[in-house]
């Protein structure tokens, strides 16, 4: 179906995510907080390694994630002691019979599917990453690994150069130095090597430690903040205007628009009760008048909920 008003695509939303039936991955609410989603990259004979169809079936959990007000966190993970090896290398490299400026990276996909997605992202690391393993992580909010689990931006052992947006996330979130040498020697690197100082928020020492700390900390922001809030502070972060100046002008704007919406609202009456907040706002329903404050540039476009299949909790 097609939103009439403004050519946004309706994707239909299932009652649960816990039957879904994806082939590459997995989905399940957390019995403990259902807005909580846990996906799990599930090629159990192959390491997780990045194929094709994983990456169509991440575009479209994350294009319903993005719809849908029920989810607030996704916790993604990989299924046994890998994470996720990489590209399928059995499948191999291939060009397709598209012109070269026509071509879309697969994993740049996926990287995009997370960034746009209105929810946060909690990657939980339990074992090794490489390659698009590593690089599809690099936009989520937040990253949870194991401590000796091996991450490698492998590509110039490979003949390529770096995929998945990677080029303009890696050095915004370890800085330019440790980047270049991460990707200079294409080396595998433990997850707590100081190459890697301030690409994880904890490094646990155990790999079975790993979820649990990950669903901790989306319970705590499923719970306690609002969705609103946490994506427009993100791409406020990510599409800066270059200068303080700019800056300061642009989320004067921002914020003087959430000033008593309900976000804002609950927000601070479930402080002065002390009670926990319930945030209900979303991008939807919240007028955000200078929202983007970019150009967006179209490479896919972002499908709405179907009013009619959406499920009520």
Aim: hydrophobic share 35%; aromatic share 10%.
């Amino acid at each position: 179906m097609t939103d009439p008003l403004n050519h946004r695509p309706s994707i239909p939303l299932p009652k649960s995510y816990n039957d879904y039936p994806f082939t590459q991955i997995k989905t399940q609410h957390y019995e403990k907080d259902p807005s909580v989603i846990i996906l799990t990259l599930y090629r159990p004979k192959n390491n997780n390694a990045f194929t094709g169809t994983m990456m169509l079936e991440l575009e479209k959990a994350y294009a319903m994630f993005d719809v849908d007000d029920r989810v607030r966190v996704i916790v993604l993970t990989g299924n046994g002691r890998i994470f996720c090896a990489g590209a399928d290398l059995e499948i191999g490299f291939q060009r397709g019979g598209e012109p070269a400026n026509e071509h879309r990276d697969g994993g740049g996909r996926v990287t995009l599917a997370i960034h746009h997605c209105r929810k946060p992202t909690i990657g939980a690391l339990q074992g090794s990453a490489v390659g698009i393993g590593i690089t599809m992580c690099l936009p989520m909010n937040i990253r949870v690994a194991y401590k000796k689990a091996k991450i490698g931006f492998v590509f110039a052992r490979r003949g390529l150069v770096m995929e998945a947006c990677s080029s303009f996330f890696l050095p915004r979130l370890i800085g330019f130095s440790r980047a270049m040498q991460a990707i200079t020697t294409g080396s595998t690197y433990l997850a707590s090597d100081p190459v890697y100082d301030g690409l994880f928020a904890y490094t646990m020492d155990r790999p079975e430690d790993v979820l649990p700390k990950a669903l901790e900390i989306a319970e705590e922001v499923s719970k306690n903040t609002s969705v609103v809030s946490t994506y427009l502070m993100k791409e406020l972060m990510y599409r800066d205007t270059g200068s303080a100046e700019g800056q300061h002008l642009l989320d004067s704007r921002v914020i003087y628009e959430l000033f008593q919406t309900p976000d804002n609202k609950e927000g601070v009456e479930s402080f002065m009760q002390k009670r926990p907040a319930k945030f209900t706002g979303t991008m939807e329903n919240t007028n955000v008048m200078a929202y983007p404050w970019w150009n967006p540039i179209d490479t896919v476009v972002r499908a709405k909920g179907d009013p009619v299949a959406k499920p009520k909790m």
